[in-house]
């Protein structure tokens, strides 16, 4: 059979292999679990749907059509958008947890972690200028 969507394909290649590595694992380690089993089965179904869908023509097309929809792209433009506007936050508030409670039970560990999550929060500002400064002098 022919291969229509290739990154499909390798995201199903990806997913089956990661769900016999997951089985192989779960009997060496003699561990299987229904939690496991349903990572397993979920891991295998999607696996197989994905390099399905990339083997016919049809439903290929339609993937890429709606890849290259305008309105997909505008959706998923505000939506990565929305994630690193939310992910600033969620770093800023971890900073400030961490940092209260590392000055109340007087813990370097907290401090420390307080410090990386801060770092982040530093990094995602300067990349969120640098990117206004860059999209700002394409217009």
Partial sequence: MKI???GYFISGIVMVLLGVLNLG???ARKDLDISLGLLLVGLFALGVHFIYRSMNKKLSTVDK?????ERNQFVL?????????????????L?????VVAAIQDSKMFEYIGTGFGL???ISLFLDIATFIYFESKN
């Fill in 120 to 122: 982040a929060f530093v």
């Fill in 25 to 27: 694992l779960g009997i």
């Fill in 95 to 99: 900073t400030t947890v961490c940092l």
């Fill in 4 to 6: 229509y969507n290739k």
């Fill in 65 to 69: 059509i709606e890849k290259m929809d």
């Fill in 77 to 93: 433009l505000k939506n990565r958008s929305s994630a690193f506007q939310i992910q600033k936050y969620v770093y800023l508030g």
